[in-house]
């Protein structure tokens, strides 16, 4: 699946945030991953119903639905067989809303480069989390 295009709904209210991501998967060479970002659950439903993505990545708090369980709960309902990769940098606080199939590890600590220790790679996350059904949680 490397080489194979992928196209990924990112749901994400801070523009920084999205294009954070945007530039990790660059920076780990894969320009295979094309995004699309919205803002809001409500754009999301709508691009959601609309189809055609590889994955959806999303952020648990956005500014139409800010209980985390809300709105995986909207984007499972929503996603159909699309797979879902939960990014937040609000895991520590919403760990505890979400289910115990969702692994998690903060996108705070996932971007920030410690000495003596390899950032996360967003091109293979992502390309790992379409090749699996289970929901996933950076």
């Given at each position: ?94 760990r ?17 480069i ?25």
């Amino acid at each position: 699946m490397a080489n194979q295009a992928l196209r990924v709904l990112h749901v994400e209210d801070d523009f920084a945030d999205a294009m954070l991501v945007q530039q990790a998967v660059c920076e780990a060479g894969d320009f295979g991953i094309s995004f699309e970002v919205v803002r809001t659950l409500r754009e999301a439903k709508l691009r959601m119903q609309a189809g055609g993505f590889d994955l959806i990545l999303l952020d648990l708090r956005l500014p139409d639905s800010v209980h985390p369980t809300e709105t995986l709960e909207v984007a499972r309902s929503y996603a159909g067989e699309t797979p879902l990769l939960v990014l937040s940098g609000s895991m520590s606080v919403d760990r505890d809303h979400l289910g115990d199939e969702i692994a998690s590890l903060d996108k705070n600590a996932s971007f920030k480069i410690e000495r003596g220790r390899l950032p996360v790679n967003m091109a293979h996350v992502i390309r790992n989390a379409v090749e699996t059904d289970d929901f996933l949680s950076i």
